[in-house]
């Protein structure tokens, strides 16, 4: 699991210097590169082939540290390399020549044809698991593992700093957060915010917080494949906006690699849609999605690069996902419905009345250290509190009727609150007229619309939706799940 590069580092500390290999020769006065001896130095330096699924990346492993690359950033590698050696190791040669040497084999030796033949590293990552998470700092990295409870006690989880040098597996340099982690038990003025936003309702407060802490877990579990949606509770015709939810995936975006798409112009079936999510991402962000956004196609990510082979992510390596939106996502199938973990935001912040009303200044961009330091634990918080409780349900304000609304219409919603109920049998035909003769707008609608609007009230419900035929009568009645099951 240690990588030559991670020897040469560790030899360095104890004095030893690392040969210097010379990729370039010279034949009939002529300075000339040599594509094997390249290759070898590339290698030397820790640039190789990485193999995820069917496919290949291109990165470079410093002390542990990956980061993917391309054609650029050995170009700019390598001149930097040349820039800083000294000038009696050119020997017989100088510093210009071997650039112009490079320059001149520029189109054979920076090319993906090139990099292809770098050899092949089987490497392995330092990821989450099921019951742990990981932070990674500047000055070292915070872990969560799980405790065993004193006596009948709540399972907890404890939180340790470590230094790398005891990390002996690798991680993206993109996972590295830009600045030292120092332990602080002040409540970080995020968490105010936050509390605000749910208008200091515990429990939403609490599910909001687990959410939070569902994205920054990067394992991934089959059996709790879900976005997570933030969603304006205010009922309006458009967007609302200005709530915080798009703090809220800019607070996340702090602490993981997060890639923020604009939800109302993103288009999942178009090429390269997903061309800037990498194997580092963490999570992809959707901002204000339009309505009927195809939902289900982003739980199968292939990213697609411009003169690049497409690359496949297992589920196991793919981002999570995280929406917000004023519309409800749509669908009422169970498969759509169990793949939402739907968060409400009040009007608490609105255009009127934002966050930095109430803090004085702007979250992130003018924070000092101490308040950084209190967000971040803050966020360990919230990944401490998803690994011990899972995400957490809430009380949902609005989101029933939303949710109505956006599958049906206004009018359909108040009709059939006022007028269906429970544990009675309607027929349809007379059940459509009677809305067609209150509502006239709508003297055009057709009876099967009309009856998918009436299943869709009934799932969004909660309700056992029952059809029955007697002659040319057509019935559906409403059995109230809950209630009979007290029953």
């Known amino acids: 699991r240690v990588t030559i590069g991670t020897i040469y580092h560790i030899a360095e500390m104890y004095g030893w210097k690392k040969p210097l290999i010379k990729f370039w020769f010279r034949e009939n006065e002529r300075l000339k590169i040599s594509r094997i001896r390249f290759k070898k130095y590339l290698e030397s330096e820790g640039f190789c082939k990485y193999k995820i699924e069917s496919n290949h990346l291109f990165v470079r492993i410093e002390n542990n540290i990956v980061e993917e690359i391309d054609g650029i950033d050995v170009k700019e590698f390598v001149m930097n390399y040349l820039e800083r050696m000294a000038t009696e190791e050119f020997e017989g040669t100088n510093r210009n020549e071997i650039i112009d040497a490079l320059i001149k084999s520029a189109n054979q030796l920076f090319t993906q044809q090139f990099l292809e033949f770098l050899i092949t590293r089987n490497i392995e990552f330092n990821k989450d ?76 407060y609490e599910a909001l917080k687990s959410g939070i802490g569902y994205l920054l877990h990067t394992h991934k579990d089959p059996s709790i494949a879900k976005a997570i949606v933030f969603i304006d509770e205010k009922l309006s015709d458009g967007a609302f906006g200005r709530s915080g939810k798009g703090l809220v995936i800019k607070s996340i975006a702090q602490v993981r690699n997060v890639v923020i798409e604009d939800g109302r112009n993103f288009n999942p079936a178009k090429n390269f849609a997903f061309q800037r999510v990498k194997a580092d991402t963490n999570i992809v962000g959707f901002e204000d999605i ?64 934002r966050p930095v009303d109430d803090f004085g200044k702007p979250f992130f961009g003018s924070w000092n250290a101490d308040e950084w330091s209190d967000f971040d634990n803050f966020m360990i918080g919230c990944l401490q509190l998803y690994l011990r409780k899972g995400l957490v349900a809430y009380e949902y304000i609005n989101l029933e009727k939303k949710k109505m609304i956006d599958e049906t219409c206004q009018e359909f919603v108040e009709f059939a609150e006022d007028v269906i109920e429970t544990s009675k049998e309607y027929e349809k035909k007379e059940l459509c007229e009677s809305f067609k003769k209150e509502y006239e707008d709508f003297d055009k609608l057709t009876q099967s619309k009309f009856t998918r609007w009436l299943k869709v009230w009934g799932k969004v419900k909660n309700y056992e939706v029952k059809e029955g035929k007697s002659g040319t009568k057509r019935t559906i009645g409403f059995v109230d799940r809950a209630k009979s099951k007290a029953e």
């Not at 915070?142 to 009948?152: A, H």
């Not at 496949?312 to 390596?317: F, N, P």
């Open 290 to 353: 339009r309505e009927k956004f195809p939902f289900e196609r982003l739980f199968s990510i292939i990213i697609e690069r411009k003169n690049k082979d497409e690359v496949h992510l297992s589920y196991d390596e793919s981002p999570k996902v995280v929406l917000s939106t004023n519309f409800s996502i749509s669908g009422v199938d169970d498969s759509t419905l169990d793949r939402q973990f739907i968060i409400e935001f009040s009007d608490y912040y609105n255009k009127s009345h």
């Open 129 to 204: 698991t099921f019951d742990k998470g990981y932070f990674y700092f500047k000055n070292g990295y915070v872990s969560l593992t799980p405790t065993l409870p004193k006596g009948k006690g709540e399972r907890q989880w404890a939180v340790d700093f470590n230094d790398y040098k005891r990390l002996n597996k690798c991680i993206w340099r993109k996972q590295i957060i830009d600045r030292n982690y120092k332990y602080s038990e002040r409540r970080s003025v995020f968490e105010d915010f936050l509390f605000n936003v749910c208008r200091n309702e515990v429990k939403r």
